[in-house]
Every structure is written in C-alpha cells, then in structure tokens.
C-alpha cells in the first residue's frame, strides 16, 4: 500500500515555475515507477510525464518536452516535477501516481495509487 500526497502547487504568472512534490509512504516506493498527469477543468486526465522505478528512464509528453522534468530520490521516497517556461494551458490540476510494476507508463489505467491533486493556475 503506498499513500501519495502532492504539494508546491499555486498561482504563477506565464513565464514562471513551480516544483511539485509527491511524498510517499510505504517502504516500497524504490519499486514503483512513478507518474505525473494532469485535469484541466472539463478535459480528460493526461499524461504529462513518467520515471522508472530506478530514476534511469523518463519520459515526458510532448508538450511539456524541454520545460517540464521528472525526478525522484528514492531515499527520500518522493518524487518531483520541475514546471519551467509555464503557460496558461498547463493549468490544471496536477496529480502524482504509483505503479507497482515499477514502470514509466503514459497510461493511466496502470497505475495503482494516486494522490488527492494540487492545483496549478498559470495567469498570462
């Protein structure tokens, strides 16, 4: 069982940069591959970027390629995403999720357990 709870959402202006984190419990979190999707208001949730359970393979959405930068540090079993050049559609909810098979799907049906979401609102 791994609980997740997200934070360092908030307000910024176009331009600007956040850094969320995820923080796990559970003495498994060295084994879970890790995920970071979004849900704006009336759209779908989507893949915004994954790390494998070794912090060695990530993979980012295209839209957020060159900004946006997963990472984790399994000794303090947290997981990260780094949002840089943010615009006013990456606003949305933004929520962290485990996968017990210790990959880095974009697929949201593989993922175990999620985190309760934090807000992102990008004013331009």
């Known amino acids: 069982q791994v609980q997740l709870v997200e934070s360092g959402g908030g307000l910024v202006q176009a331009g600007g940069s956040l850094r969320l984190s995820c923080a796990a419990s559970?003495?498994?979190?060295?084994?879970?591959?890790m995920g970071w999707f979004r849900q704006a208001p009336g759209k779908e949730r989507e893949f915004v970027a994954a790390i494998s359970w070794s912090g060695r393979t990530t993979y980012n959405t295209d839209f957020v390629k060159g900004r946006f930068t997963i990472s984790r540090d399994n000794t303090k079993a947290t997981a990260s995403l780094q949002m840089n050049s943010l615009k006013p559609e990456d606003t949305a909810v933004y929520y962290c999720a485990a996968d017990s098979r210790g990959s880095y799907s974009t697929n949201s049906r593989n993922y175990d357990y999620w985190g309760q979401g934090t807000q992102v609102t990008v004013s331009s």
């Open positions: 559970g003495r498994t979190f060295s084994s879970y591959g």
